[in-house]
């Protein structure tokens, strides 16, 4: 079902009100900048960069979409439908943002010049769409957390297939999508992995190492290996699809809470340690198997949530109200 409506847009210019911290010996200096979101108590989140440079993310609590243009600092406010507990956002190659209506049971894709949304209703029992990542092949794969159920959506006929976990409750999470068009998925509420073969949408289950893992956000480098973040147990993980063996590492930070990850262009991965006050950034490079760089969240992040990277940089939005780039060093 699509619907057209049109919402209230707002501009407003914030400066850039917070220092990065003084990098700490021996590590590489890692720069962090936070703007503050103006509209307060909403939980701006899951910034993606759009093709023009401006930064989307969403207010979770606030019900709506927004942009940030980090070189003038002007923000930019998109309405939506009342109830819609937006989780996250996603900007394609044409420049559309397409966000999670979490709490009313629709994925909606913006007109980013009137600020008309274009509505897609979710099937029965997907009603809660969570995460996204692009296939790079006209579709959008999607996570529905308490549903239990993976999908995709065709970003042109809007037609949606869903796929449903076998384990029951097992909460998909986090999603990447590798160069065939396959989402690799974490299962937050067990210790496994998900990949759905996009042929035939059958699921697959892989068990990660320890049986207390809950793993949370989920990235992929170029070797083919699935990296992620176990947040209970504080690792950082492998799983190579090619012999279906694991590597893990423990966070640097006892009792970490690693939640939003991301991996930059160096195949480098940057872990948000979010059960320290104030939450931290953690570089590790797989070549050397170390982690070799961190920095505190200048404004104290509250959790950060999830992450992504483009150009130099990678993006992420707090419960403090800001979001903030880390510049990622050579």
């Known amino acids: 079902m699509l619907r057209a409506a049109f919402l ?3 501009v407003v210019a914030i400066p850039c009100p917070f220092a990065a911290p ?4 021996a590590e590489p200096e890692i720069g ?3 703007w503050r979101v103006p509209w307060p108590d909403t939980r701006p989140r899951d910034p993606h960069v759009a093709p023009d440079g401006k930064v989307w993310f969403v207010g979770q609590l606030g ?6 243009d980090p070189t003038t600092g002007a923000f930019r406010r998109y309405d939506l439908p009342k109830g819609a507990g937006p989780h996250t956002v996603v900007v394609d190659a044409r420049g559309r943002p397409w966000y999670a209506g979490n709490r009313d049971r629709h994925i909606g894709r913006i007109d980013p010049e009137s600020g008309a949304i274009t509505r897609i209703d979710m099937p029965e029992g997907a009603d809660d769409p969570h995460s996204f990542a692009f296939d ?3 579709g959008l794969w999607f996570t529905v957390q ?17 796929v449903e976990v076998p384990t029951p409750n097992a909460r998909p999470y986090g999603i990447v999508v ?3 068009g396959r989402p690799w998925v974490v299962l937050l509420a067990t210790n496994k992995l998900a990949t759905v073969d996009p042929a035939d949408f059958s699921v697959t289950e892989i068990a990660l190492p320890r049986a207390d893992a809950r793993p949370r956000r989920v990235g992929r480098t170029r070797d083919g290996r699935i990296w992620y973040v176990d947040y209970a147990q504080g690792y950082l993980g492998a799983y190579t699809p090619s012999d279906r063996s694991f590597a893990e590492w423990r966070m640097p930070t006892e009792h970490s809470g690693p939640y939003a990850m991301a991996v930059d262009d160096r195949d480098r991965i940057w872990v948000f340690e979010t059960l320290p006050r104030p939450n931290r950034v953690v570089g590790f490079d797989p070549a050397r198997e170390r982690f070799f760089a961190s920095a505190d969240v200048p404004s104290g992040g509250g ?5 992504t990277f483009h150009a130099g940089a990678v993006w992420f939005g707090t419960d403090a109200g800001t979001i903030g780039r880390v510049r990622v060093p050579d």
Do not use: M, Q
């Not at 019900?63 to 940030?68: G, I, P, T």
């Not at 308490?146 to 037609?159: C, F, P, V, Y």
């Open 32 to 34: 962090i900048d936070e």
């Open 136 to 138: 790079g092949k006209g």
């Open 63 to 68: 019900d709506y979409a927004a942009w940030l």
């Open 303 to 307: 959790t950060v949530r999830h992450a």
């Open 22 to 25: 003084p990098a700490r010996a």
């Open 8 to 10: 209230v847009l707002a």
């Open 178 to 180: 590798d160069p065939d």
């Open 146 to 162: 308490h549903g239990n159920r993976i999908g995709r959506l065709d970003l042109e006929s809007h037609a949606v297939r869903v």
